[in-house]
């Protein structure tokens, strides 16, 4: 399990394809996305063995081009729901009988029962695990479609089973009031209410201004990559004011609603991916908090090692300027450095202009820069916090009860794959305004998450004390079509914040 502690945080993406030299029967190289499986944590998917699915593959009469083809083109024609506008599309009720069915007798015996038998065509059975037929298929024999069907079926293998008995907002209200062992993990869509942005909202996410400013990085995200702040911190800095969080003291609902847990003995962990330290402005103790991705609350100097709170550099933030270690410039002040003595002419070399004026004997000591002082955040290319790995493998995943995820798609890896690594009979609901498709939780309930909160504890008959709740608000909730655990929470104000993701 160790080898987590020694990847970096990343955004996660497309593994790297294992290309053959020459053709061969579709053979098994079935990958998935870094969404879908948990190998930083050694962990083997969840349902049959692979080898299983790479036998029936063996048998497959596609090319290796062709099952290339499939694999990049998977992830653009997944939609991961029941379709109403696909032709001869299988009902929601078949859907979910043929992905129980193929996790109680396997990929193979599931294959020989359905299309070997001839109860189903394959690209019907496409879509009851979410793919949409590809229009440069139609018309082509079935057995065209073979090759993306094992493909489906692998990701579909990769996943976390759903625990069929809980469905209903009820069966979530049930399970918050008897856990006594909740983790909470958190992303950037509990504080957006706040005015804080996300980061991947496509026209309002912090990367998307981003690249509208023109940094000269080819990536917004390169803004947080430790490679490039070392090499050029004032990219960082000029950007690092906007992103400042200046909450002066509040809080959001959500924020409050874990505090509430924790309040009543039922918060085990708060995995936080947020960098906004609001947590400690809502009571949550740092014993219950893990920011995976750490914080503006410290701040660190990258050439001496010096820490300081954070609020020490926020002035020179704010100004745009590159924060200096005081005890680099100290320390320096007090251990000048006596310019070296060029031989050649008798004369000491001189980095200031021979004409500075200083109280230097004459300028003959130079005084060596101080170090950059960094936030301490977690950079893309940084390892995360060793608490991060030892908390999780040594205390949380042994005790946890209830897994609870909120206002996160869940794309940042190692922590996206925190919630695969924990036991699959654990009960997971998904709170957000969209949902995902790499991971099956139990009930997904969407919208404004400080909306879905208030509701939740109001059925709870918790008392969810906030300025910013509303005690009359009035909910309405919809079962959205051809799910029988996801719920869609809309007010008349359902808009007014961003959409999360993080």
């Known amino acids: 399990m160790s080898t987590m502690a020694m990847k970096g945080k990343r955004p996660v993406g497309r593994p790297r394809k ?34 299983e699915l790479d036998e029936r593959i063996n048998d497959l009469g596609e090319s290796w081009e062709t099952e290339s083809l499939f694999e990049d083109v998977i992830d653009d024609i997944a939609e991961d729901r029941f379709f109403t506008d696909v032709p001869d599309a299988v009902s929601p009720e078949q859907a979910v ?15 020989r029962l359905t299309v070997d038998s001839g109860v189903i065509t394959a690209k019907k059975l496409l879509t009851a695990f979410g ?37 209903t907002i009820d069966d979530a209200v049930y399970l918050l009031k008897k856990s006594r062992n909740i983790v909470v993990l958190t992303g950037a869509g509990i504080s957006t209410s706040l005015g804080i942005p996300d980061f991947r909202s496509k026209e309002t996410g912090l990367y998307a201004q981003l690249e509208k400013l023109g940094l000269g990085i080819n990536d917004p995200q390169e803004v947080f990559n ?5 090499d050029d911190p004032t990219i960082f800095y000029s950007v690092a004011k906007d992103i400042l969080p200046d909450t ?25 991916q947020n960098i906004d330290n609001i947590e400690a402005n809502a009571g949550i103790q740092p014993e219950k908090l893990v920011q ?41 002040g007090s251990m000048k450095r006596k310019r070296s003595y060029n031989k050649s002419n008798g004369k000491r070399k001189r980095r200031r202009n021979s004409d500075d004026d200083d109280d230097d004997d004459d300028g003959r000591y130079d005084i060596p820069d101080a170090g950059v002082m960094k936030p301490d955040i977690t950079f ?118 961003l959409s999360p993701e993080l």
Request: aromatic share 8%.
């Open 248 to 272: 002066k003291g509040l809080y959001s609902p959500t924020h409050a609603f874990i505090a509430q847990l924790q309040n009543m003995g039922k918060l085990l962990t708060n995995y936080s």
């Open 226 to 230: 430790i490679d490039i702040f070392n």
């Open 292 to 332: 995976c991705h750490g914080s503006f609350a410290t701040a660190t100097c990258q050439k001496c090692g010096h820490k300081v709170q954070g609020d020490e550099i926020f002035a020179d933030i704010k100004a745009g300027n590159i924060p200096r270690c005081t005890q680099c410039v100290n320390t320096n």
């Open 97 to 111: 009988r043929y992905r129980q069915q193929l996790r109680s007798v396997g990929p193979q015996e599931f294959c």
């Open 380 to 497: 893309f290319g940084e390892p995360l916090p060793d608490e991060f790995t030892q908390r999780l493998i040594k205390h949380d995943r042994d005790l946890v009860d209830l897994v609870v995820v909120i206002g996160t798609s869940l794309k940042v890896a190692p922590v996206s794959e925190v919630v695969p690594y924990l036991p699959p009979h654990i009960p997971q609901i998904y709170i957000s305004r969209t949902p995902v498709s790499h991971i099956n939780f139990d009930i997904d309930l969407l919208g404004d998450c400080d909306v879905i909160v208030a509701e939740l504890c109001r059925r709870a008959g918790w008392d969810l004390a906030h300025d910013m709740v509303d005690p009359d608000q009035m909910v309405d909730i919809k079962l959205e079509e051809g799910y029988t655990s996801r719920h869609v929470f809309t007010t008349g104000d359902s808009n007014k914040s």
């Open 131 to 167: 793919i949409r037929p590809p229009a440069f298929l139609e018309g082509l024999p079935d057995d065209s479609y073979f090759a993306l069907l094992t493909l489906a079926l692998s990701r579909e293998l990769a996943k976390r089973a759903k625990l069929v008995k809980y469905n």
């Open 18 to 51: 294992n290309w053959t030299t020459q053709r061969q029967t579709t053979k098994a190289r079935l990958e998935v996305t870094d969404d879908q499986q948990v190998g930083h944590l050694n962990i083997k998917p969840h349902g049959q063995a692979q080898n």
